[in-house]
C-alpha cells in the first residue's frame, strides 16, 4: 500500500486441498498475534474517553488476578513487562495439545491459578499473550460488552472491516476460512485449531481487510491521532532501558525510517504486517 491506496495484490496456493479452492485476497485467515495491536487500540480508546488509565491496576477490573505484592498496571500489560506467566507454556507444561480446546474460561482460570511471577512488574521484558488477553477482558468489563461484539461495533465496523471477527466459538462456521495444515512424513494434514482465546490472538480477517486496518495508521478514523501517537511511543522499563515494543506494535528503524510493525503465527498461519509512517507505505502478507 501506499498513501492508502493498493498498490499490489498477490496470491497463490489453495485455501482448501479438500475443496481446491484458491487462497485468494478475500480468502479468511487466523492473524494470530496481529490481533495485539487491534486489542491495544479498544484499550486505548478507552483511556482517551477517559474509562480508564494505562496505570491502572489490573485487579481493579479483572480481580481473579492473584495479589502478587507489587500492582501490575495495564500498561505492563501491553507492553510485556507484567512478569505474569505465559499461558501457552502453562498449558503445554500441563500436557494440553494444540488440538484440545481451549476456552477463555479456561484461560482466566490458568491466570487465576498462577503462585508468582516471573519478575517485579515493569523489571524486565517477556512477550506474553497472558497480559493481551487480560487486557480483552478489561475491556468488556469495563464496556459490559462481549469483546468480539464491542470490537465489531467499534473497530472494525467503522473501518469498513466487513469480513473481520472474533473467533470465540470453535464451533463457529466461518465463510471462506482457510485451512491450516502441517507436513508429517512428507504428507499434509490438517491442523486442528480449536482454541478461542481472545485478545492475544483470536482475529478473522481478510488481506482486503487489513487494507482497510493499515489505512487507520494514517487516517486515524479510528482513535484518532493521540491514540496512534501513543500507541507507537516504546515502552521504558523501570532500570529506563527503552524497548522496542510500544503498545501493540514493535517500533524499530529500517534503512533510516521508522517502522511499526508485528507478526503472527499459530499451527499453519503465517502472518506480517509492517508499515512506515514517513512515506505512509505498508506490506501486509498472510497465509
Given at each position: 500500500?501506499?498513501a492508502?491506496t493498493?498498490i499490489y ?10 475443496e ?5 485476497t ?5 492473524i494470530?498475534s496481529?490481533t ?22 489490573v485487579?481493579?477490573?479483572v480481580p ?5 505484592g507489587?500492582t501490575i498496571?495495564l500498561?505492563h500489560?501491553?507492553t ?5 506467566r505465559e ?5 503445554a507444561?500441563g ?15 490458568l491466570?487465576?491459578?498462577q503462585r508468582?511471577?516471573?519478575f ?11 497480559g ?5 477482558e478489561?475491556?468488556?468489563?469495563v464496556t459490559g460488552?462481549p469483546f468480539p ?9 467503522p ?8 473467533y ?6 466461518v465463510?471462506?476460512?482457510?485451512s ?8 499434509l ?7 478461542t482465546?481472545i485478545?492475544?490472538s483470536?482475529?478473522l480477517?481478510?488481506a482486503?481487510?487489513l ?5 487507520n ?10 491514540v ?16 522496542d515494543?510500544?503498545?501493540g506494535l514493535f517500533?524499530?528503524e ?11 503465527g499459530?499451527a499453519?498461519?503465517?502472518?506480517w504486517?509492517v508499515?512506515?509512517?514517513?512515506i505512509d ?5 498472510m497465509g
Amino acid at each position: 500500500m501506499k498513501a492508502g491506496t493498493v498498490i499490489y495484490r498477490g496470491q497463490a496456493g489453495c485455501a482448501s486441498l479438500k475443496e481446491h479452492t484458491a487462497f485468494t485476497t478475500e480468502s479468511v485467515s487466523r492473524i494470530a498475534s496481529i490481533t495485539k495491536p487491534m486489542t491495544a487500540i479498544a484499550v486505548m480508546q478507552l483511556v482517551e474517553k477517559g474509562k480508564l488509565s494505562l496505570d491502572d491496576d489490573v485487579r481493579a477490573y479483572v480481580p481473579e488476578v492473584p495479589d502478587f505484592g507489587p500492582t501490575i498496571t495495564l500498561r505492563h500489560l501491553a507492553t510485556h513487562t507484567s512478569g505474569l506467566r505465559e499461558y501457552l507454556a502453562l498449558n503445554a507444561l500441563g500436557g494440553m495439545l494444540n488440538d484440545d480446546v481451549r476456552r477463555r474460561e479456561d484461560v482466566l482460570h490458568l491466570v487465576a491459578s498462577q503462585r508468582e511471577l516471573n519478575f517485579e512488574p515493569g523489571a524486565e521484558y517477556l512477550y506474553s499473550n497472558t497480559g493481551y488477553f487480560l487486557m480483552a477482558e478489561v475491556v468488556s468489563r469495563v464496556t459490559g460488552e462481549p469483546f468480539p461484539e464491542w470490537m465489531a461495533a467499534n473497530v472494525f465496523g467503522p473501518l469498513g472491516m466487513d469480513q473481520t471477527l472474533i473467533y470465540d466459538d470453535y464451533r463457529q462456521v466461518v465463510p471462506g476460512l482457510a485451512s491450516s495444515y502441517v507436513r508429517e512424513d512428507g504428507t499434509l494434514k490438517r491442523e486442528m485449531l480449536n482454541s478461542t482465546d481472545i485478545g492475544a490472538s483470536g482475529v478473522l480477517t481478510t488481506a482486503e481487510d487489513l487494507a482497510h486496518w493499515v489505512r487507520n495508521y494514517h487516517t486515524h478514523e479510528v482513535g484518532g491521532p493521540a491514540v496512534a501517537r501513543m500507541m507507537s511511543e516504546r515502552g521504558v522499563l523501570a532500570s529506563g532501558d527503552t524497548l522496542d515494543y510500544a503498545l501493540g506494535l514493535f517500533v524499530s528503524e529500517y534503512r533510516g525510517r521508522q517502522r511499526l510493525a508485528h507478526s503472527g503465527g499459530i499451527a499453519g498461519f503465517r502472518t506480517w504486517l509492517v508499515y512506515y509512517p514517513e512515506i505512509d507505505a505498508a506490506i501486509a502478507t498472510m497465509g
